[in-house]
């Protein structure tokens, strides 16, 4: 005869034991897991010095209108540049496949957006690949052209290629979400979109106060942007871990100093 023994002695809880799976029962499907998106720096091949800052305010711009949809997990802007950052890997080679599909690995995303600015006059035309990473097969390419002060047309239409390549449904709560960022954004003009662009720059070349400086007058021309918010924070955040590093750096120095060590 075989003996039974409680639950608790087993080690088990009353409710384990309950809610065990019963022979012949089909476990529940796990939840669907959001893509990741990795969206890099654009490149400026148009050979205007001036739009050299561009690609990023662009990058950075996709982040934020892609991240409204809770289906797609989109890699922070921040993170993605502190990556890259520690990898020396340079911004002009990332529009090549294969360097992408490295930074793409680095960064745990399965898909990575980058592109280029090809042409800047009479118009401008933005080019774009989507890329997977595991195979580093470009399963899509986009181009979109249109005057200068069609710019956030452009952007959103880019923004709309991306979803559609990675066959992203947006809920209607969602997609009026990713509009009203655009709009919030579309609100600043293109001379806005120019500073944060240079803002970012600087930011990426350490240049943190002078980055957190540019974006203040657009906090208050731009207070519903989420972009210009999340840019002027990163700033900020960027320059007061700088700040703390360079007073830690000159304790350190006083303290060799007292001891006679160099």
Not at 76 to 84: F, G, S, Y
Not at 181 to 199: I, K, P, T
Request: charge should be neutral; hydrophobic fraction near 45%.
């Amino acid at each position: 005869m075989r003996l039974l023994l409680p639950a608790a002695l087993l080690g088990l809880s009353p409710f384990c034991a309950v809610v065990a799976q019963a022979p012949g029962t089909t476990p529940p499907a796990a939840a669907p897991t959001a893509q990741t998106l990795a969206v890099l720096n654009f490149d400026n091949n148009t050979g205007r010095a001036d739009y050299d800052p561009m690609g990023r305010g662009i990058a950075a711009m996709m982040i934020t209108d892609l991240s409204a949809s809770p289906d797609l997990k989109v890699v922070e802007r921040e993170k993605m540049q502190d990556v890259l950052n520690e990898q020396n890997m340079q911004h002009s080679a990332l529009f090549d496949s294969t360097t992408a599909v490295r930074a793409g690995r680095l960064l745990g995303a399965q898909y990575i957006a980058t592109g280029s600015l090809a042409a800047s006059s009479p118009q401008i035309r933005i080019d774009m690949r989507v890329i997977r990473v595991e195979t580093g097969e470009i399963i899509k390419t986009a181009k979109v052209t249109g005057p200068e002060d069609k710019f956030f047309d452009l952007e959103q239409q880019l923004a709309d290629h991306v979803l559609k390549d990675l066959d992203v449904a947006m809920s209607p709560e969602s997609a009026a979400e990713m509009r009203k960022r655009q709009e919030a954004n579309r609100q600043m003009g293109f001379d806005s979109f120019m500073a944060l662009s240079g803002a970012l720059a600087s930011m990426d070349a350490g240049d943190y106060l002078t980055a957190a400086d540019r974006m203040r007058p657009l906090m208050m021309k731009s207070p519903d942007s989420q972009l210009v918010e999340l840019t002027y924070q990163e700033a900020k955040h960027r320059a007061a871990i700088a700040g703390k590093q360079k007073a830690k750096d000159k304790a350190g120095k006083v303290l060799r100093g007292l001891f006679g060590k160099p």
